[in-house]
Nanobody, 124 residues
Framework: QVQLVESGGGLVQAGNSLRLSCTIS????????MGWFRQSPGKERELVAT????????YYGESAEGRFTIFRDKAKNTMFLEMQGLKPEDAGVYYC?????????????????WGQGTQVTVSS
């Protein structure tokens, strides 16, 4: 059984940084793509960033480009999202998700495994 557990969320002031973690268990990875999604109140869950587990290739959503960095520690089966220069519009629940086929990485529906989410609040 695959389990994804996020941590690291919290309240930060605008302009500050935060690092989210996602610990993965119950699966070995080959061509999987892992991703971070964000859901803000009244909005659909949107893609923030993805990483190909084996190759390390990354993709960033428009809001994350240049400010966020996704990376993983393969030995610890843990994925991270380093967020810098946070803005109030970055606030929301951040979810870790797994796409075992590594296809259509920008489509939320391609992700089969989800964590419970971690709340990020950014004060202005």
């Amino acid at each position: 059984q695959v389990q994804l557990v996020e941590s690291g969320g919290g309240l930060v002031q605008a302009g500050n940084s935060l690092r989210l973690s996602c610990t993965i268990s119950g699966r070995t990875f080959g061509g999987d793509v892992m991703g971070w999604f964000r859901q803000s109140p009244g909005k659909e869950r949107e893609l923030v960033a993805t990483i190909h587990w084996s190759g390390g290739y990354t993709y960033y959503g428009e809001s994350a480009e240049g400010r966020f960095t996704i990376f993983r520690d393969k030995a610890k089966n843990t994925m991270f999202l380093e967020m810098q220069g946070l803005k109030p519009e970055d606030a929301g629940v951040y979810y870790c998700a797994g796409n075992p086929r590594g296809l259509r990485i920008r489509d939320r529906e391609s992700y089969e495994y989800w964590g419970q989410g971690t709340q990020v609040t950014v004060s202005s």
